[in-house]
């Protein structure tokens, strides 16, 4: 895992890996706007997944985002469909608001 990634800079770290619970954080795969999407090992699940962590500036700036954000993954997870990702988690871990695909 990259440790310049300014977005985990508190997130713990175990063994040379950012721990984002229930998650070991790998790869980066991508940023944009609003935050960064990892490669992760769900540990509960022993699966692989995606995390999407929002910025948390984003939260600074609009009270209602995190209502938003949690209403999007609850949306998603209710969605079983082959084309569609599927969601197991919305959560939020030292300051960071995530999903967890």
């Known amino acids: 895992m990259q440790n310049d990634d300014e977005l985990l800079a508190n997130v713990p770290e175990v063994a040379g890996s950012k721990v984002l619970p229930?998650?070991?954080?790998?790869?980066?795969?991508?940023?944009?706007?609003?935050?960064?999407?990892?490669?992760?090992?769900?540990?509960?699940?022993?699966?692989?997944?995606?995390?999407?962590?929002?910025?948390?500036?984003?939260?600074?700036?609009?009270?209602?985002?995190?209502?938003?954000?949690?209403?999007?993954?609850?949306?998603?997870?209710a969605i079983s469909h082959q084309n569609v990702i599927r969601v197991f988690d919305v959560a939020e871990y030292a300051g960071l608001h995530f999903l967890i695909m």
């Open 22 to 77: 229930p998650c070991v954080i790998t790869t980066r795969l991508g940023r944009g706007g609003m935050g960064s999407v990892y490669r992760a090992r769900h540990l509960n699940l022993a699966i692989d997944v995606a995390v999407k962590v929002m910025k948390p500036q984003l939260v600074a700036d609009d009270p209602q985002f995190v209502a938003r954000f949690k209403r999007e993954g609850q949306s998603a997870a």
